[in-house]
Each structure stands twice: as structure tokens, then as C-alpha cells.
């Protein structure tokens, strides 16, 4: 490859405006649309995986505008009115082709690693946890705005209208917004709607939003969209070369391919489409108190009130009462809900509960997670009458004279009203009845049976 063609057309053709456009659009998104005000643990600045995650949920709108920056740059030839001149040189055309392909991707491939250098600078500053395992996810994303670009540039040398470049990049995007849809499913018991993946959403190359530091992409996730986008990217250099309609046929074969190995490559069953990161989920553990690798530079901060809150609960349930602490490492379908252990209290960084506490209201805070744990599949998902229970469970083990005004900040009047009520009937009963209350409620609890706050208030448990 000539290299100084190549500089000539990394300065005077569209490449150089597709990166701007890239980055520009990217780090614009990720700035001002969809950077959260609450603080989360899974932003895109926080950890390598979700940084990772959160900029390829951004190629539903990327991947479009470089695949229409690559139709535009397609009708180069036809605009100038050089095709005749270029067909009659000796120059192969695939060498021109060649040329054109790669300053178009190393463009988007700089701009993509642009956006993936702002995010890692600030995620150097926010974790201690350092690995490579993110580094899959983001080869794929930059992969993908090139095989975009370079299937955009096909299209529109092989169709050289006006219309062509909007009408692709509107094209993708129909089918990034489609694959996004699919992705809803509405579960038949509760009729609450989830999230599903399924063969058809994984040929976007756009990621979910990330909703757990431990959850990265599979491999074969990472196998089947590489051969997809592979496919699409010969196509895309085959049309840019093909001088005749039957070699313009004959070009679609690559993409085809490349989707029907794609389907064959990528994990049908849900489960295996976003799975726990080993590496990351390994516990580091103080005694009984548990955390997983991402967040071993918590620990100390955490052991200490951690284990008063093991402490404080022994005391008050004596051998029913959990004995170990540990972060949570399952994660369960939109479908399910969790299952907990009651000789081991699990929790999540992710809880709104636990996110920004330490000392007193860190063990506090533990004594109510534990106690009364959420049933939902989704961290920080908490009921108010779960919210109720776990208010009145943490005050009846501190010994509390009554529930805090913090726990019942979201509640309305009536409901602060009645925890105030099921705590003074509880705290009046002999203490041997008060234990048992809390007891078959939290056996209830953890087992995701009945209701939590009725059984304090002497009803059924969960």
C-alpha cells in the first residue's frame, strides 16, 4: 500500500470528518444524554467493563452515522466524474479500494480509541482494579463503526444517488432501533416488562446497559459479531471494487455468510449472553465479611462495620441470625428473582443503602439488607414494604426507641404512621415473642415468601 496515497486521503477525504463526527458524537451522548446525575457504581467512568459496555450501547446511534459518512464518501468517484478515468489506468481498482477502506477505519478506529482513552483516564482515577477482560468489548465496538463505514462506501459506489447516504444511515438505524425492541420481553407471571437478549438483538452490535460491575459479554457474544461484521466489511470492499452488476450479486455473499455463522456462533439461550466475569466476582474476604476482587479496595472501610452488624444481630436472634457477610456474585434473569442463604447475609455495592455509608449507618444499613433482602432480581429494587420491614427489623436489634425518619423518607404519612405503630406493638410484646416475630420474618425473607411487614405486625411472612 502506497503510503503517501494513503496520507493524501486521510487529509482530503471524508475519513478525517467521520472521525470528528464519531468522537464528537460519542463523548456528546455520553456527556450530556446519558451521563446519570445518581451516583452508580456501573457509569461509564467507574470500572473497565462497564466503560467498555456503556460506549458500545452508544453504537445504535454511531454505527449509523458511519455507515452514512461511508455512503457519502462512496459517491466520490461518481460526483467527480472519474469513474472512466480510473477504470482506464493500470491500477487494479481493490488497490484504490484498499486505500480508501483504510483511512476510513484507521479514522474511526482513532476516534473510537479516543473515546475509550477519555473513559479509561477517569477510571484509572475510580478503581483499583485493573484488567484486559474489557478489552474484547471495546475491539468489537471500534470493529463495528469501521464495518459500518466501510459497508456505507460499497453502497454507495455501487449506487450512486443522492438519496443513498441518508438513506443507509436511516436504514441502519431502523435496524439498530428494531434489534433494541426485540430486546423487551413481558414476563408471563407478573406482566412486568424485562430485558431479554436474543439472536437477533445480539446482531447489533450495541451493548445493554450495563447493570452489574461482575456481568461482561461472552466469548461467544465476541465470536459470532466479529464474523458478522467481518462478513459485512468484505461486502462493503467487494462493492467498492465490483465493476458489474452480476459482481455486485456476487459481493452480497461475505454478509450473508458472515450472518448465518454469526447465528450459528452466538449463544441462543439468554443466560449465556451476559455472564459473570470469574476474575472479578473472586471474594476477598476479613473473616466473614466478603467482598468480591472489583471492590477489594473497600474492604477495610467495610469489615469493621460489617462485622458489628453480625455481631448485634446474633445477639438479637441468636442461632437464626446470619454468621458470614458477602457481596452478591449471582446474577439472576429479569424473570427470576433471587435466592438467599440464611446462614449467609449477601448485599450489593449497587444498593442505594449502602452506596454512600460508612460506620454507624453502614451497620445500620447492613442489619436492615440482611434482615429483610430484596426479592427482586434488579440491586437497589426494594418495596415499601420491605422498606417498612427493614425499618422496623434494624431499630428492634439497635434497641432503637423508635424507627429512624431517614428509613421512611420515600413513604408517605400513613405508612410512616403504621411502622410507628407495628413498633410499638412489637417492642410492648415479652422479648421472647418479639424475637420470634423478627425471626419467622426473616425466614420468610429470605426464602421471597409472604409479606416481610405483616409478619412483624404478627401476619404472615414473605
Not at 410484646?429 to 405483616?454: H, I, N, W
Request: charged share 15%; hydrophobic share 45%.
Amino acid at each position: 500500500m502506497n503510503t503517501r496515497i494513503l496520507r493524501i486521503e486521510l487529509k482530503r477525504s471524508v475519513a478525517p470528518w467521520a472521525g470528528v463526527a464519531v468522537l464528537t458524537m460519542t463523548l456528546a451522548l455520553l456527556y450530556l444524554v446519558f451521563d446519570e446525575d445518581v451516583p452508580t457504581i456501573t457509569g461509564w467512568t467507574d470500572q473497565w467493563t462497564s466503560m467498555a459496555l456503556e460506549t458500545r450501547r452508544l453504537l445504535n446511534f454511531v454505527w449509523p452515522l458511519a455507515a452514512g459518512l461511508g455512503a457519502l464518501q462512496g459517491l466520490r468517484d461518481h460526483r467527480s466524474r472519474a469513474s472512466e478515468l480510473f477504470a482506464s489506468t493500470p491500477r487494479p481498482t481493490s488497490h484504490r479500494a484498499a486505500v480508501l477502506s483504510a483511512a476510513m477505519a484507521i479514522s474511526l478506529a482513532a476516534a473510537f480509541a479516543a473515546v475509550v482513552l477519555v473513559g479509561g483516564v477517569q477510571v484509572l482515577a475510580n478503581t483499583s482494579y485493573t484488567h484486559l477482560g474489557w478489552l474484547p468489548i471495546s475491539l468489537v465496538g471500534a470493529l463495528t463503526a469501521v464495518s459500518g463505514a466501510v459497508l456505507g462506501m460499497g453502497v454507495g459506489r455501487a449506487l450512486p444517488f443522492l438519496l443513498t447516504p441518508p438513506a443507509v444511515a436511516v436504514g441502519m438505524l431502523v435496524f439498530t432501533v428494531l434489534a433494541d425492541m426485540s430486546l423487551t420481553k413481558v414476563d408471563a407471571a407478573t406482566g412486568i416488562p424485562g430485558s431479554e437478549p436474543n439472536l437477533f438483538s445480539l446482531l447489533s452490535p450495541a451493548a445493554q446497559e450495563a447493570r452489574d460491575v461482575l456481568l461482561t459479554l461472552s466469548v461467544p457474544v465476541h465470536v459470532g459479531q466479529t464474523v458478522w461484521l467481518c462478513g459485512m466489511a468484505a461486502t462493503g470492499f467487494a462493492l467498492l471494487t465490483a465493476a458489474s452488476l452480476r459482481n455486485r450479486l456476487v459481493a452480497l455473499a461475505p454478509i450473508l455468510a458472515g450472518a448465518v455463522i454469526a447465528l450459528l456462533v452466538l449463544p441462543s439461550d439468554p443466560r449465556q449472553v451476559y455472564v459473570v466475569d470469574k476474575a472479578a466476582a473472586r471474594l476477598v474476604c476479613d473473616g466473614p465479611v466478603c467482598v468480591t476482587n472489583t471492590h477489594q479496595a473497600r474492604l477495610d472501610d467495610f469489615a469493621s462495620p460489617a462485622k458489628d452488624a453480625l455481631r448485634m444481630m446474633g445477639n438479637a436472634l441468636g442461632d437464626q441470625a446470619p454468621v458470614s457477610i458477602r457481596e452478591n456474585t449471582e446474577v439472576w434473569p429479569d424473570s427470576s428473582g433471587p435466592h438467599w442463604s440464611r446462614r449467609t447475609a449477601h448485599f450489593d455495592f449497587e444498593d442505594d443503602g449502602l452506596a454512600a455509608t460508612e460506620g454507624k449507618e453502614l451497620t445500620r444499613a447492613l442489619i436492615a439488607n440482611s434482615l429483610v433482602p430484596r426479592c427482586s432480581a434488579y440491586a437497589g429494587s426494594v418495596s415499601s414494604s420491605d422498606l417498612s420491614a427493614q425499618s422496623v427489623a434494624a431499630s428492634w436489634v439497635l434497641s432503637e426507641p423508635e424507627p429512624q425518619s431517614s428509613d421512611m423518607a420515600y413513604l408517605s404519612r400513613d405508612q410512616q404512621e403504621e411502622i410507628r405503630e407495628v413498633y410499638r406493638e412489637l417492642t410492648g410484646l415479652p422479648r421472647a415473642e418479639q424475637r420470634s416475630r423478627v425471626t419467622t420474618m426473616y425466614l420468610g425473607a429470605v426464602a421471597c415468601k409472604g409479606d416481610p411487614f405483616a409478619a412483624l405486625g404478627g401476619g404472615a411472612s414473605r
